[in-house]
């Protein structure tokens, strides 16, 4: 998708900024308080209850954590997809087994993540899943979301679409992150619920 000539992207780039200056200045132990309680309270989304296969991510840094999340989900017998990122910022998929499956990876200059160390299972395994967590920065009212600006997952949704997939879509965020609207480009598609360690909204 070509940003040539978007308006909006100036304002997504400050945004980003902002956001992550805040999540930068959360200590290890915000973030870990974070943690159980954004597991709880995806826990109670009858879209993760009642789901077989969800994909989701580890998340890095200061994003809000999702191994409590992974953990709970793995133990309960769902099939939990992990992202691997690929040369052109596509994913491929692994299932995660544990904290044990996964490996730290080094990408070029970027942040170095955790990724499934088992079989991949190719891009098109998204298509599976009954429920996708998707990282972001920030979700406005109408439930569109900020994202890191990658465009990875503007490929797992175009592909879902493409494929007539209609799997929940889930953002994970901070409470300060669900805002009244952010910018929005033509192919921005918005989710249906956003958890935060106080709640869930949904929107649809």
Known sequence: MSHVGSESEPDKRTLRREFLTVRNGLTDDDVRETTAALAARALELPELAHARTVAAYVSVGSEPGTLALLDALHARGVRVLLPVLLADNDLDWGAYA?????????????????????????????????????????????????GRGGGSYDRVLARLERAGADPALVVLLYDSEVVERVPEEPHDRPVHAVVTPSGVRRFR
Do not use: F, I, T, Y
Not at 101 to 125: D, N, W
């Open 98 to 146: 544990g904290v044990s499956s996964l490996a730290r990876v080094q990408h070029g200059g970027k942040m170095a993540l955790l990724e499934p160390a088992g079989e991949r299972l190719g891009p098109a395994a998204v298509q599976e899943a009954d429920a996708v967590l998707l990282p972001g920065l920030a979700v406005d009212a109408r439930g569109m979301r900020l």
